[in-house]
């Protein structure tokens, strides 16, 4: 009888938390920036009045990805390469290209977006120079706006594609992790919104209540995003949804995974629509918004740094302990402070201005 004995040497997770924190903030600014981009073309109408929070969500974050991008790069030398040496099979590649078209198109857009509200309303007195001059920008923007919206369609499909194209990872290779990381960061950014409506813009309540719903049509196609992927891969008999079963099956942790996702999804839909029968429910609907938060990190938490603990090759699960410092904890902790720094700053220059109608009146709530 002859013995094979596999030594396996220990190393380093390939994506370190840095990667969870860039998915999470570009999926919001990619689809945040997708309901700028609609209300640009839709005006006069609720989606153009939804542009100030939309806005305030979409550039938050969209300058604070490619921060978190950078520091899971580690070297500054792994970015200078993507543009000295482009590869156009690789995805990464690629998304190094969409990237910069995103933030040229969306922050160009914010900019015109920007000065039209102050030569209408009036700038502080700091920031004059924003709307000086005669010139307008107004017919760039509907072009500016076409260029966020196929940067934000791209930076969608790339962050999908860069997961699932990897076979080695048989839970990840799947096409529906494209479509279910568009439909979780729908659902954040709508939350985001949602909140920035209520404690920051004062948005009127009808137009509270026109996100609340989008925010629900959000929570039902990330359920039937799931339900998709699951019966798709049950009839077809995918590696990714047999290895979840598999997972299931043997290991506590997974299942305990599968139970907190029904529960906060299932519980976030029977909230919102709680919600919407009262025009008090719609006021306080803001408190969901954390929660939804919470469970789209968590997804890309569970895809992007659980899935590395299951071996590619032999049984159990690695143990994996988060760190305190850069690489971990305080790493998130930082990118997140970030967020809430830019946060502060926004509102004082896009709240309260022309594109947001707060004097409407509750009553707007009960006719939709």
Request: net charge positive; glycine share 10%; aromatic share 12%.
């Amino acid at each position: 009888m002859n013995i094979a004995e596999i030594i396996v040497p220990q190393q380093e997770v390939a994506w370190l938390p840095w990667a969870v924190q860039y998915f999470f903030l570009v999926g919001i600014a990619a689809t945040a920036a997708i309901v700028v981009g609609i209300g640009e073309f839709i005006r006069g109408g609720r989606w153009q009045r939804l542009q100030a929070p939309a806005l305030i969500v979409a550039v938050s974050t969209g300058v604070i990805a490619p921060i978190a991008l950078l520091a899971d790069l580690h070297q500054p030398g792994r970015f200078y390469h993507f543009y000295t040496d482009i590869t156009p099979w690789s995805w990464m590649s690629l998304g190094a290209l969409i990237l910069p078209v995103f933030l040229v198109g969306l922050l160009g857009y914010w900019v015109l977006w920007q000065r039209a509200v102050f030569k209408d309303e009036g700038a502080p007195r700091w920031l004059s120079l924003w709307a000086a001059g005669r010139w307008s920008g107004r017919s760039l923007m509907p072009w500016l706006a076409g260029v966020m919206l196929i940067g934000s369609l791209g930076i969608l499909i790339y962050t999908g594609s860069e997961v699932m194209i990897v076979k080695a990872r048989a839970l990840w290779h799947t096409e529906w992790m494209i479509v279910n990381l568009a439909l979780t960061a729908f659902m954040a950014s709508l939350a985001a919104i949602v909140f920035t409506q209520a404690r920051i813009v004062s948005a009127a309540p009808g137009d509270q209540r026109f996100t609340l719903r989008l925010l629900v049509l959000a929570l039902i196609g990330t359920g039937l995003g799931a339900v998709g992927w699951a019966v798709s891969g049950w009839v077809n008999g995918s590696v990714s949804f047999q290895e979840f079963l598999r997972l299931v099956e043997q290991f506590a942790y997974w299942r305990i995974v599968l139970a907190l996702s029904v529960a906060v999804g299932g519980g976030l839909l029977l909230a919102a629509l709680w919600m919407l029968r009262t025009p008090r429910g719609v006021a306080r609907s803001w408190w969901l918004a954390p929660v939804a938060l919470l469970a789209a990190w968590s997804f890309r938490w569970a895809v992007l740094m659980d899935v590395q603990t299951v071996p590619k090759y032999g049984a159990g699960l690695y143990p994996y302990q988060l760190p305190l410092g850069s690489d971990g904890l305080l790493g998130i902790l930082g990118v997140f402070g970030l967020w809430v720094a830019v946060l502060m700053v926004l509102p004082g220059i896009i709240a309260n201005r022309g594109a947001v109608h707060p004097t409407r009146t509750m009553s707007e709530v009960a006719h939709g």
